[in-house]
C-alpha cells in the first residue's frame, strides 16, 4: 500500500498492528460513517437524510475516493500534468472532503442552491489546497516537524505538484486556492467563519 | 490476505490484476451497495429506507463483517471449537447474508415482526450452512470441480467445521441447519419458495 510509517509522529496504524488489520479498521469506520447518518435524526426531510447518504456512497467509491486511489496507484512512475494531478487529487482526497461541507450543509434548510454551490466550490479548493501544502511539506519539511515520513512520495516515485510545478510555484498555488476558497464565503455568515478558519489552517499549517 | 487463487474457476481479482486493486474494487463495490440503497424507492416508508441502509453498515462494519474478518485472521493456528467458529462465521460470512435477507424484507409492507424474525433464523441458518459446506467441499472435493483452490483452509492452518468435527459430523450438521432453515420458512407463502431453494442449493452444492 503505502510505505508511510509515522502519522502525527505516532506509528500509522499498519505499523503499529498488521496491513490487514488496518484495512479492516478502515473498512470498519466507513461503514460506521454510513450507520451514523442513519442513527440521528440530521433533517426534517427524510428524503434529504437518504441523499445524505447517497453523497457520502458517491464520495467514497469508484467515481470518488476509490477511483482516485485506483488513479494514484497507475500513476507512480509517471510524468503527470497538473490538471491529471487535479483530476487524481479531485477524487482520492478531495472527494470525501467535498462530502463533508456538503453532508454539513444539507443539515441546514436554510441555504439556497446557490449558496450549497459556493460551499461546494470552498470545498473543492481546499480539497486540492490540502494535496498542494501536503506536497510541499513532504519535501520541504522535516519528518520531526511534519510528524510523519517526509520524502515518501520522491522515493516512491510519484506524480506531486512539487514535481510538476517546482517549490516556489506550489506554494503560490496553495495560498491561490486558499483565497479562492476563502473568496467562496464572502456571501455566508455565521459558521463560515469557522470554514475560513479551517482554510487557513489547511494552507498555513506546517505539519 | 487471502492464498486463494481460483474463484469459479477463474483467477481471482487480487491474482488477475493485484492486490491493490481488488481491494478498491471491493471498496467501490461496498459504496455502490450504499448508492443502490438511495437511489431506489424501495419502501413507500422513507423512514424505513434509512433503516435498511442501518442494516448493510451494521452488517458490513466492525460488529458485523469486518470484525468476523478480524476474529478469522485471530484465529489462525487456534484450535477453535464449534461456538466459537460459529460465532466467526456469524459475522464473517454470515452478517451480509441475514443482512440481504433482512434488506428484501424490509421491501414488502405486509410482513409482520414474526415473519421477519422467521426470516432472520432462516437467514442465519443457511449463513452457517454455507460455512460448513464451504469447509466440507474444501476438504473432499477437487479443485476441477470447486473452481476454486481446494485445501487451502488446512494448509493457512485455520479452524473449520471439518477440522473441529470431522468430516461426517460436519456434512450431518449442514443437513441439520438446511431442514432448520426450511423449517423456518414453513408459515410464509409465496416467496418463501425460492428462498427455500436456495437453502437447498447452498447445502446440496457440489462447487
Partial sequence: MDDDVLRRGKPACHVEFDVATALLVGDSLQSLAFQLLTEHRLS????????????????????????????????????????????????????????????????????????????????????????????????????????????KDAANNKPTYVSALGLARARALAEELREEALAALTELRGGAKRLAELADFIVLRKF
Same sequence: chains 1, 2.
Fill in 44 to 151: 426534517d426531510d427524510p428524503a434529504v437524510q437518504i441523499e445524505m447518504v447517497k453523497i457520502l456512497a458517491v464520495a467514497c467509491g469508484s467515481r470518488g475516493m476509490a477511483g482516485g486511489q485506483a488513479i494514484d496507484l497507475a500513476s507512480v512512475g509517471q510524468a503527470l500534468s497538473v490538471p491529471e494531478l487535479e483530476y487524481m487529487h479531485i477524487h482520492k482526497t478531495g472527494a470525501l472532503i467535498r462530502a463533508s461541507v456538503a453532508l454539513g450543509a444539507r443539515c441546514s434548510n436554510t441555504l439556497a442552491p446557490g449558496q450549497l454551490a459556493r460551499l461546494d466550490h470552498y470545498a473543492k479548493c481546499v480539497g486540492l489546497a490540502y494535496q498542494v501544502v501536503d506536497d510541499v511539506l513532504d519535501q520541504e519539511s522535516s519528518t520531526a516537524t511534519l510528524g510523519k515520513t517526509v520524502g
